[in-house]
């Protein structure tokens, strides 16, 4: 089991496109009321799984959303412990590596795929994709979290799919609502922690 680390989150480098702005200000406002242990400890409690890649740098391959929430509060550390080290690959090969592995989903807000230089270097670079929010609202509720990667995109894809943007962006809560009944339906068998 490797070891929890620290590091300034302006240089953990992320593997996706985006992330859900409405759970990451959920995420920041819960930051937001902690005192700074009650902060370091939580980071602590939450550490990020992190690849070394080329050059030493560390790539998180989870938790987005809390490296963004944690950013946007003004906190300067994050968390992460290794899961693997891919130091010795450089360019494409170490991208590949990481696809192979399912740690990286160069995605964008539209669930359009993008090459790997697209991806930000930094967690303020990640943009909005409401669909992740939607997804991100209705785990726990309408399926299971489950230990499949980026299980969230997914999900996101299925409701982008079945629900308008323009109904999202106008009633987000009553939208979370019909996603959990979509979530629950014979639609959405298969998908990773349905029940």
């Known amino acids: 089991m490797s070891q929890i680390q620290d590091s300034p989150l302006k240089k953990l480098h992320p593997t996706q496109l985006t992330v859900g702005m409405i759970e990451v200000k959920k995420k920041k406002k819960h930051l937001a009321q902690l005192n700074a242990d009650e902060q370091r400890r939580f980071m602590k409690e939450h550490p990020m799984p992190a690849v070394v890649g080329p050059e030493g740098k560390l790539y998180i391959t989870d938790h987005h959303h809390l490296g963004r929430a944690a950013l946007e509060a003004g906190l300067d550390t994050g968390f992460f412990e290794v899961k693997a080290d891919l130091s010795n690959l450089t360019g494409d090969a170490f991208w590949k590596e990481m696809e192979r592995r399912a740690w990286v989903h160069p995605l964008d807000q539209n669930g359009v795929r993008h ?61 979370v609502t019909r996603a959990v009944q979509l979530a629950k339906s014979s639609e959405a068998e298969g998908l990773p922690g349905y029940r």
């Open 115 to 175: 090459q790997f230089d697209q991806i930000p270097h930094h967690l303020d670079g990640l943009v909005d994709d409401i669909y992740r929010s939607l997804a991100g609202f209705v785990r726990d509720q309408g399926y299971a979290k489950t230990p499949t990667p980026f299980a969230e995109f997914v999900w996101a894809d299925f409701f982008r799919r079945l629900i308008p943007i323009e109904d999202v962006e106008a009633d987000f809560d009553s939208m």
